[in-house]
C-alpha cells in the first residue's frame, strides 16, 4: 500500500545523524543524499523494499511534527525493541510512553518501545507476537 514515508527536519544534518543510527540499527544503509530541484536537502533509507526520508521543508516553513502521527518500524526480536530504543535516546532521540516492553491489546500480544526523534516525530519499534 505505500511507497515511502517522508518527514521534515529543521536540521537535516542533524536528522541524518540520528537516522544513520536508529536504521543503521535495524539494517538500513546510511542515508542517500539528494537535492531536490528547489535546492532542499534531502535523504532517503531504502531496506527491504520499503523508504524512508528525510527533507528539508520544500515550503522554506518550519517541519512540525504531526500530532497523533507514529512511525513505526519492525523488528525481528523483543530484544531488537529495547535496542532501538536504547540506540534512538543515545543518538538524541526521547524515551516517551513508558518503558520498551510487551503490552497486550485487542490485536494481539506485542513489544513495543516509543521515542521521539529530534524534530519531535514519534516513533514505534514493533515485533509481534506469534
Known amino acids: ?27 538500513a544503509p546510511e542515508g542517500i543524499r539528494n537535492v531536490a530541484a528547489t535546492g532542499h536537502v534531502r535523504y532517503f533509507y531504502v531496506h527491504n523494499g520499503n523508504t524512508f526520508g528525510i527533507t528539508e521543508p520544500i ?6 511534527c504531526a500530532n497523533g502521527a507514529t512511525i513505526g518500524f ?16 543515545a543518538n538524541g532521540g526521547t524515551s516517551i ?5 510487551l503490552r497486550e491489546s485487542a490485536q494481539g500480544a506485542m513489544h513495543l518501545s516509543y521515542v521521539r526523534d529530534p524534530d519531535g516525530h514519534k516513533l514505534c519499534a514493533l515485533y509481534r507476537v506469534k
Open 74 to 89: 519492525k523488528c525481528s526480536s523483543p530484544e531488537q525493541v529495547k535496542e532501538f530504543h536504547d540506540v534512538a535516546v
Open 59 to 64: 515550503d522554506d516553513q518550519a517541519a512540525t
Open 1 to 27: 500500500m505505500f511507497n515511502h514515508v517522508m518527514i521534515g527536519s529543521n536540521d537535516v544534518e542533524r536528522s541524518k545523524r540520528f537516522y544513520d543510527a536508529v536504521l543503521g540499527f535495524l539494517g
Open 97 to 101: 510512553e513508558g518503558k520498551p516492553g
